[in-house]
């Protein structure tokens, strides 16, 4: 646990000093780290998956609290303990199952146990959930019990009463086991999105196409790639995203596979918009209400698709999903930059002086990071799995997340 | 028709002594244009009155006719009268004409009680051209029939009032009519008194001038009435070639329109056949006329014949770019960098190209002057060096040459960087000047007028002209607003430290964007002034704009469909205000308006150096695109420009006073007629 509690410290100041950026790599750094959470959580006699849930979420917190803004690294917490209701849930429903079938046969059982790593655990989740709660109103009522119960022992253990110990050391250990094999799949899924998602370039990319994006994002660069191995050529304009102008490095990257890219300056979107078949851009993070967080300057360009009519697609991993509705998101989920992107302390250190005008400065200089697109500019989200309208993230949602795990916070008594 | 002529160019000039010589006046051939307020005063003369009495007066305008057509004029003149302001001496004298003159139709019209039909015709021919001149004219109805010019409104007064004679019949009074429709009809087609009719026009034209600028000193007065003389010379000259051509004249120059109606004036029989030929005529002029008002296509460099040809003639050696961006092959796209050396190695060796045009265009390329009104004023002021170091050749008319020499300087301060729209139009002022001037003047006194006319372009056009709009547009301010302007627009910042020095409290959020950061000039000048900043990339724009309650905006041209054209970025501003339902104000000096039109950003726009794009100014790791040249994938684009489109502007602020987008076109055309007899 000591050692566990070291790496948390270490990845907690990594995020509080800005030194892990960007939803992917924070993404998979906080699924590591929670799979290391997991494999040295001590697990108790009964309610394991209470502990778990308990152990992740306290990590959950720090990690949040050390960069709210970071919102893929709540995303993984919640997906994490997400993993571990649905283990969890699949499990007594196989106890359930056990019981039903032959309640004798504990041989039966403990080979169905062996089987099941074969299954994926999402697909046993998935088993569990269209047996145990259908995504029908009166289960969404009953949800509340039914969550509540999962992690406290005296229900579930109550299924296994008549089960030997042994039978339940054996759960304990199997739970702990499949949670961290799900994390794995999870984390691998982090990594492989991109693949998902270029498979669909085809399917939206045409044969000279004209197509515009601003700043860099992993996801865009493989979906226009995916689009050019497949022999579509096509045109991109590559705003240059100040002020870190990653779209150099994106253009960059487009040359070398060969795609024709013209490097624009941000301030020439609106005058090259409508000669653009579709707009393409990243996500830093796609809100519940279907609106995005994104790099600054992307409303900019959303508004201006509008305008034109252009289709604005959002390409992003499904861990970029966020199950939170935003409030005043530029504020908010907002974070400002050091101004020397903008301007140079040298040339400007006169205008800052702090002494002359009662104490504040006459020069404020605002560098934010983040821009939010409201979801009524987005005309299509392609995820890795599968294009979806704005309007309909809240449900796919539902599918990643549990609703007890909205808010990560221990109860207060724990 | 034929016979019409043949009276007319031998009634031509009888007629004109007639009609403005004064009695006792020395008449110079070129009737008198030259000063207006003589011809005025002269315009009662007593030839002239003979004539039309004879003539005219047997032939008393039928009532009908004169409430149709009459009414408006004299409802104009009315109005005009009580208007004492604006009444120059010249107009006053226009006034007098009538009285003087002794037509009973004048009378009714109220300004006298004696007037000949010949002196109402005169009236009348000066309604219309002071109408469109003179604010309060506009207002009243008549103003509209009264232009003499092209404009269409013109032309329906003209028609209405032809009409009204041909209704007459081929009765003499009618005559009398026809020839004043003729003559408001056609700016060229008056008949009797042309002469008298020119000089009127002359001041005509003048006159808007003076009142437009209520504050346009005595010496405009003074200079339009040179220029009005320097026309006259002109359309004097003109008529006699017209009268033996017989065919009608572009209006564009009103002596010339003038001589054909002096014929038709002389004889009663012309009455009938005669209005429909008018007719025709004022119809074919205005069209030929506005054709010339369609702006003249554009250099297209896709063009490969003409980019050839231009090149040869270049002065400043350019190299294409290598990754030239498809979708503006239309627009030059050079190598960027290797002019200002080149051209400053041949310094020695350019001679016809003036010094001080030199140095204006070293300076436009490497970028030391930029700005709309910083350019255009570079340019004035070493056109007036240039000018003031002129010397015609021998066996060359100053007209002539100099005229070429200055499109000589033009081209080179093109190659060095396309024209803006503010400098296009005042190249179009000084060469019209150029153009009007009077033959007899002597070469220096040729080139002095000029140079004041630059001074007074310059003056009145761009600094009262800031100064106007400056006072418009602090009244938009109040306490606790917060401005956001973009880039870097001299208008705009005056109207900043105007506001600031009127002790009003505000903050300004200076929206940049690369790769000039113009903005971090403006922000230097006015933090050090004390006003409050925030400074911000223009992708943060949707950050920033939520506590904005003002947008001002520079332009570079405002075209006449309401788009305004202006630094790249402006656009996205005043897009994301319209999307915060935040108002976007425009300040824009009214020279700067073209008649031109313009949809999109890319059919004509200005390409900037690309490398400036590839470099990140205090930002070295950034190389990705260091040696982007060598990939013919990869190009750089650095558009200057963009178009706003009208729906996104709530006001444009010009001199002229605070007028939404769709009165552009309204500014353009009244704009220019008064800015081209300036």
Not at chain 2, 567 to 594: D, S, W
Request: hydrophobic share 40%.
């Amino acid at each position: 646990m000591p050692d566990v509690q070291a790496l948390v410290n270490d990845f907690v100041l990594k995020l509080k000093r800005r030194k892990i950026e960007g939803s992917h790599a924070s993404a998979q750094h906080t699924a590591e780290l929670l799979r290391s959470v997991i494999s040295h959580q001590r697990m108790p006699y009964t309610n394991q998956a209470g502990a778990l849930i308990d152990a992740v979420k306290a990590v959950g917190e720090q990690l949040i609290a050390a960069n709210p803004v970071e919102l893929a690294v709540g995303n993984i917490v919640r997906r994490v303990l997400h993993i571990i209701r649905e283990e969890d849930l699949s499990s007594t429903a196989t106890a359930i199952e056990g019981l039903g079938l032959s309640a004798g046969s504990d041989d039966d059982d403990e080979g169905q146990h062996e089987d099941r790593p074969a299954l994926s655990a999402a697909a046993l989740a998935a088993a569990a959930r269209s047996t145990l709660r259908a995504p029908s109103l009166q289960t969404l009522l009953e949800d509340i019990p039914d969550s509540a119960a999962a992690p406290q022992p005296p229900s579930s253990g109550g299924d296994s009463e008549g089960k030997s110990k042994s039978d339940k050391n054996i759960r304990s250990r199997k739970l702990k086991h499949d949670v961290i094999e799900a994390i794995n799949e999870l984390i691998q899924d982090i990594d492989t999105c991109h693949e998902q998602i270029s498979e669909q370039a085809v399917e939206h990319i045409h044969q000279n196409e004209v197509i515009l994006t601003l700043g860099r994002s992993r996801t865009v660069k493989e979906f226009l790639c995916a689009a050019k191995e497949k022999n579509r050529s096509f045109r991109v304009f590559v705003a240059e995203g100040a002020p870190r102008y990653q779209g150099h490095v994106l253009a960059k990257e487009l040359v070398s596979k060969g795609i024709q890219t013209t490097v624009i300056t941000d301030s020439a979107v609106f005058a090259m918009i409508s000669r653009v078949n579709m707009v393409i851009v990243g996500a830093h993070a796609i809100m519940a209400n279907g609106g995005v967080i994104a790099p600054v300057g992307i409303n900019m360009v959303a508004l201006a698709a509008q305008r034109h009519a252009v289709p604005f697609v959002v390409v992003a991993g499904s861990h970029k999903l966020c199950p939170l509705y935003p409030h005043n998101p530029e504020v908010l989920l907002n974070d400002l930059k050091c101004p020397s992107d903008l301007l140079d302390f040298g040339e400007f250190s006169d205008c800052m002086d702090f002494g002359s005008h009662g104490g504040s400065p006459l020069l404020h200089v605002v560098n934010p990071a983040f821009d939010y697109v409201p979801p009524k500019l987005v005309s299509l989200f392609i995820t890795d799995t599968g294009g979806h309208n704005p309007s309909y993230m809240y449900r796919l949602i539902a599918d990643y997340y549990s609703a007890d795990d909205l808010v990560v916070k221990r109860r207060s008594t724990s | 028709m034929d016979v019409r002529r043949g009276q007319r160019t031998v009634i031509d000039p009888k007629v004109r002594q007639v009609g403005f010589v004064p009695a006792g006046a020395t008449r110079p051939p070129a009737r008198s244009h030259s000063v207006p307020t003589d011809a005025c005063s002269s315009s009662p003369p007593a030839p002239e009155l003979p004539l039309s009495g004879s003539s005219l007066s047997p032939v008393m305008i039928p009532p009908p006719r004169h409430s149709s057509a009459d009414g408006l004029p004299s409802l104009s003149r009315s109005a005009a009268s009580p208007v004492p302001i604006p009444a120059s001496p010249l107009r006053r004298d226009t006034v007098q004409i009538p009285i003087g003159s002794y037509n009973p139709s004048e009378s009714v019209l109220g300004s006298s009680p004696m007037i000949s039909p010949s002196s109402r015709l005169d009236a009348v021919s000066e309604f219309s051209d002071e109408v469109p001149t003179s604010a309060w004219l506009g207002r009243s109805g008549s103003g509209k029939f009264a232009s003499s010019f092209p404009s269409s409104s013109g032309e329906m007064m003209t028609m209405k009032i032809t009409g009204g004679g041909s209704g007459g019949g081929g009765n003499t009074p009618k005559s009398s009519l026809t020839t004043a429709s003729v003559v408001k009809a056609l700016p060229g087609v008056s008949e009797k008194d042309r002469g008298a009719l020119i000089e009127v026009q002359n001041e005509g034209i003048s006159k808007p001038q003076k009142q437009k600028t209520s504050k346009a000193e005595r010496r405009a007065i003074q200079e339009a009435q040179r220029a009005a003389k320097a026309a006259a010379k002109e359309a004097g000259e003109a008529v006699k070639p017209s009268a033996s051509s017989g065919g009608a004249l572009p209006a564009s120059k009103q002596g010339k329109v003038v001589k054909p109606s002096s014929q038709k004036k002389d004889g009663p029989q012309v009455t009938a056949p005669v209005v429909p030929s008018e007719k025709k005529v004022g119809d074919r002029i205005p069209d030929k006329d506005r054709k010339k008002d369609v702006p003249h296509p554009r250099m297209q460099f896709d063009d490969k014949h003409r980019v050839e040809k231009a090149k040869r003639r270049a002065v400043v050696n350019q190299s294409e770019a290598r990754n030239r961006v498809e979708l503006f092959r239309h627009l030059p796209q050079y190598i960027h960098g290797t002019q200002l050396p080149d051209l400053e190695s041949k310094f020695f060796q350019l001679d016809p190209m003036h010094p001080s045009v030199y140095k204006v265009g070293l300076q436009y390329l490497s970028g030391v002057i930029s700005g709309g009104n910083a350019r255009c004023i570079a340019m004035l002021l070493a056109f007036q060096e240039a000018i003031k170091d002129y010397s015609t050749p021998p066996e060359k008319a100053l007209v002539r040459d100099l005229t070429a020499k200055i499109s000589s300087y033009v081209s080179f301060l093109i190659e060095c960087r396309p024209l803006s729209i503010s400098m296009g139009n005042a190249i179009k002022f000084l060469k019209n000047r150029i153009a009007k001037l009077p033959h007899t003047l002597s070469e220096s006194e040729a080139k002095s007028s000029l140079q004041s006319d630059i001074d007074r372009f310059i003056n009145e056009k761009i600094v009262i002209a800031d100064k106007v709009i400056v006072g418009h547009a602090v009244t938009k301010i109040r306490d606790g607003d917060i401005l956001l302007t973009y880039g870097s627009s001299s208008v705009v910042e005056m109207i900043l430290l105007y506001a600031h020095e009127l002790g009003k409290q505000f903050r300004v959020v200076l929206v940049d964007s690369r790769p000039k950061l113009e903005g971090q000039a403006l922000l230097h000048r006015l933090v050090a002034k004390g006003l409050n900043c925030t400074y911000t990339h223009i992708n943060a724009i949707s950050y920033v704009m939520q506590e904005v309650t003002r947008v001002f905006l520079g332009a570079s041209s405002v075209l006449s469909n309401g788009t305004v054209y202006s630094r790249v970025g402006t656009a996205c501003v005043a897009m994301v205000a319209n999307a915060f339902q935040i108002p976007v104000l425009i300040c824009c000096e009214a020279y700067k308006f073209h008649e031109r039109v313009q949809l999109d950003s890319i059919c004509s726009n200005e390409l900037g150096d690309p490398d400036v794009i590839s470099k990140v100014a205090g930002r070295n790791d950034l190389n990705h695109l260091e040696s982007w040249a060598d990939n013919e994938n990869l190009q750089l684009l650095n558009l200057i420009y963009d178009a706003t489109p009208s729906d996104y502007v709530s006001m444009i602020i010009t001199d002229y006073g605070m007028i939404p987008p769709t009165s552009v076109p309204v500014i353009v055309r009244e704009y220019r007629r008064e800015h081209l007899w300036i």
